[in-house]
């Protein structure tokens, strides 16, 4: 492996405790080359609890379409056109059918009306990971439930064992999805496509934070709105994610299941 | 024997069904692999591993690869020349080697090997 | 003994190569599904699991119920059963290939099928499941087959085989209650999250599996020269009739439990099967199909005079067939996805490529059975004389 000397060390250490954000911005104020062999000590640190805050108030239907086209831009995730087989990471859906337990008739008009975004929640106790028979769905130290394309043998366990419905599975190539509707297909050349017959989802952009980069979702709600979505680590008190918690009222899906979501909601 | 006309012309059907890849091939010589490097890998001298050392450990090094950065997290490679990469078959790998059909067809084909990498691992895009 | 499945009338054979022309159209269809995925089946992002699925669902209590004819004769030394444990362990082998089968064509990758074994997770209920059926397949094998030979040897079994035996009565319970727990620990399902979905499994497959074994029974008397007895399909018939009536008693229990809390997570599965959701209702003429078949064999089955006459005992078992195949071969699996965790409705129908595939499943699993049961029956046929 590779070796850092204890000045590196120092720096990250320095950087991130005064940032209160596992090392991202700390590791891009580095240079690049020290950076990477940096980085993968960074973020490989365990104890962590990766978790994110929808502040819903500032969430609009612009933003809310960007998150989505930006997740999916990113993933190369095509749009197959139908709802029997689309393939989606992060979506919308109104407040009753993100909330399906919260019913209210005369629930406010502000909240009646809007779309809440959703996608997979990384609980604390996922069903999903128990259920899947090759671990091809696991929960990883720092917290994200991680997919390996590898391994999946898309008996799709894991999607009957979901709560929140979060988890898609290629019904067909991905790649063979109509053109018409995916013009500029693969859109990302740095990340791969999935193959038929495998289950995907969401995987809070394990890939960008490797590369010190926030999930795409949260970067391209941060542009239109700074504050809109919170990603952060949950164990560390003094988080932007935790002082937001604590702060104002949020809500997430389904806790009675036991799941601990750890998607946040901030009405 | 008994059945002497069973048994016989059992073998010799067996024998034809088994020998098939023989027969369907005679006379064609598979093409010689010739895989050709790309001006940007010529210019960089060395893959991640010394070229034998690709050439026989490549599957293996790319399988511990996959293993080690979905599921570990470990996505940096130290080669023994010292220098770090980015475990990436995609992005990494092939950067250099960015002809699919110039350089890993051709000893693939030859040993009639379909590796399912480029199932979701996108090769880079070929001119002509 | 496999010799005895050479010899046969025009009719054995002409039956086999029926079976294998619904077994090589499906496997031709599979190639299809193989090269272009599950997309050409009917399921969808929200109901993931389909036809394949209930299908295994059902054959696993089929499997199961070989632990009626096996339990009665070793445990209670029930004498006359003795002509009937062999039919009971190959049906069970008959149905655990098919069990098998349906879960192979329903991965999406079915050349990684090894990774169960290889990256086991203890944790997963599947991979129980892989365990348990697999444990029970070559249990059913190994003894059927070393009963069968010792038989037609005119000696007794050998003794090692006796431990297997008794080790096969639990195995049988707990293959069922392993494949209930599939579905019963999912939080997110309000269906199947119940502790009576075991019951319930193990009920239905008790009434079903007997009935099936009754009217096989009574085929292997027509054709053949070996008749099981009829004191030993009363008794089955009983079996059919106690494990029919806790059936539908556990149906009803559900019934009660979603609609006296009038829970709208626990009723509106109920309520999309049997009356319609929203206007989606594909399936609810199968629903009342299946309670008024149930209603028809409880009936045949209750009445001792029609429990005892062959003529309606045939119709009851069909009707018991008929019932517990659409609630727990469709009904069950299909009733767990609707409505969506979203509270939405996205139905569910199986294609006619799917339909092609599973009956080449069906077909195999009759294939493996005639064999079986050709065995079977000669070897008694040889050893009566």
């Known amino acids: 492996m590779m070796a850092m000397d204890r000045r590196q060390f120092l720096k990250i250490a320095g950087l991130s405790a005064l940032l209160g954000l596992g090392g991202k911005t700390a590791l891009q104020l580095l240079a690049p080359g020290e950076a990477e062999a ?15 805050a929808l502040d819903v108030t500032l969430l609009d239907e612009e933003i809310m379409s960007k998150c989505i086209q930006a997740c999916h831009t990113y993933y ?49 106790n996922p069903p999903c990971c128990r259920a899947c028979p ?134 | 024997m008994y059945d002497r006309g069973k048994i016989v012309t059992g073998i010799v059907i067996g024998l034809l069904l ?28 060395e893959c991640v591993e010394p070229k034998a050392f690709m050439k026989t450990e490549h599957m293996k090094m790319l399988d511990e690869w996959r293993q080690e950065v979905v599921r570990d997290n470990l996505r940096y490679y130290k080669s023994t020349s010292g220098k770090t990469y980015y475990k990436s078959l995609q992005t990494t790998c092939m950067d250099c080697h960015s002809s699919k059909t110039k350089f890993c067809d051709q000893c693939h084909n030859y040993m009639a090997v379909a590796p399912y990498c480029w199932d979701c691992h996108i090769a880079p895009k070929e001119n002509g | 003994m496999l010799d005895k499945a050479l010899k046969g009338s025009p009719i054995y054979w002409g039956w086999l190569i029926v079976l294998l022309g619904f077994i090589g159209t499906g496997f031709l269809v599979y190639l299809y599904q193989f090269q272009e995925g599950l997309k050409i089946t009917g399921m969808s992002r929200d109901v993931s699991w389909g036809f394949y699925i209930g299908q295994f669902t059902y054959l696993v209590g089929v499997a199961a119920s070989g632990v009626m004819v096996v339990l009665p004769y070793y445990l209670h030394d029930y004498k006359a059963f003795g002509r009937v444990t062999i039919l009971g362990e190959f049906l069970a082998v008959g149905a655990i290939t098919m069990c098998l089968l349906f879960i192979m064509v329903d991965l999406g990758n079915l050349p990684r099928l090894l990774n169960v074994i290889l990256y086991p997770n203890p944790t997963s209920i599947l991979f129980w499941d892989m365990i348990v059926l697999n444990g029970y397949l070559f249990l059913n094998i190994i003894i059927g087959w070393n009963v069968l030979s010792s038989e037609r040897k005119g000696i007794h079994y050998p003794a090692w085989v006796t431990p297997l035996i008794y080790i096969s009565i639990p ?37 079903s599996g007997p009935a099936i074994l009754i009217l096989l029974c009574l085929i292997v008397r027509k054709f053949t ?3 099981p007895g009829k004191d030993q399909i009363r008794t089955l018939s009983s079996i059919v009739a106690y494990a029919m009536i806790l059936n539908v008693f556990f149906f009803l229990l559900e019934m009660f439990t979603a609609f006296y809390s009038q829970i709208p997570g626990h009723m509106h599965p109920i309520v999309y099967l049997f009356s319609g959701l929203e206007g989606h209702g594909k399936l ?30 045939i119709l009851a078992c069909i009707s018991v067939f008929i019932s517990t195949w659409i609630d727990k071969g469709f009904g069950l699996v299909i009733g767990g996805f609707i409505p969506n965790p979203f509270e939405k409705i996205f139905e569910y129908w199986p294609t006619l490529p799917e339909v092609v595939i599973s009956l080449g499943v069906w077909a195999m699993g009759f294939f493996v059975l005639t064999v079986l049961y050709k065995i079977a029956v000669s070897v008694k046929q040889e050893v009566a004389a």
Request: aromatic share 12%; hydrophobic share 40%.
């Open chain 3, 225 to 227: 020269k070996f008749d």
């Open chain 3, 171 to 207: 195995w049988a319970f707990s293959i069922h209650t392993v494949t209930a727990f599939l579905y019963a620990g999912l939080p997110g399902r309000h269906y199947w999250l119940t502790a009576i979905m075991a019951a319930r499994f193990l009920s239905s497959a008790f009434c």
């Open chain 1, 38 to 52: 940096a980085l993968e000590q960074a973020t490989t640190i365990a104890g962590k609890k990766w978790g994110m």
């Open chain 2, 18 to 45: 088994f020998l098939f890849p023989v027969f369907y091939n005679v006379g064609r010589a598979a093409k010689e692999p010739d895989p050709v490097l790309t001006d940007k890998a010529k210019q960089a001298k």
């Open chain 3, 284 to 313: 609810v003429p199968w629903m009342w199909t299946a309670a008024c078949f149930a209603v028809l064999a409880l009936v045949l089955l209750i009445v001792p005079a029609s429990r005892r006459n062959e003529k309606t005992l």
């Open chain 1, 76 to 124: 190369n995730v095509p749009n197959i056109g139908n709802s029997k087989e689309e393939l989606k990471w992060i979506w919308k859906e109104t407040y009753d059918h993100s909330f399906p337990g919260q019913e209210n008739e005369y629930q406010a008009d502000k909240f009646k009306a809007r779309n809440f975004l959703l996608l997979c929640n990384h609980c604390t």
């Open chain 1, 134 to 267: 090759t671990k091809a769905t696991w929960k990883r130290e720092d917290g994200i439930v991680m997919m390996d394309m590898h391994r999946c043998i898309g008996c799709r366990f894991c999607m009957a064992a979901c709560p929140y419905g979060a988890r898609s599975f290629n019904w067909g190539d991905p790649r063979l999805a109509p053109k018409a509707l995916n013009p500029n297909f693969p859109t990302n050349l740095e990340i791969p496509t999935r193959s038929k017959g495998v289950v995907e989802k969401c995987q809070f952009c394990a890939e960008r934070l490797a590369k010190g980069q926030m999930p795409a979702c949260v970067e391209a709600a941060n542009q239109i709105k700074p504050g809109s979505m919170v990603f952060g680590d949950l164990e560390v008190s003094d988080s932007k994610i935790r002082k937001l918690l604590r702060a104002r009222y949020s809500i997430r899906r389904k806790p009675e299941l036991g799941t601990g979501p750890n998607v946040y909601y901030i009405l």
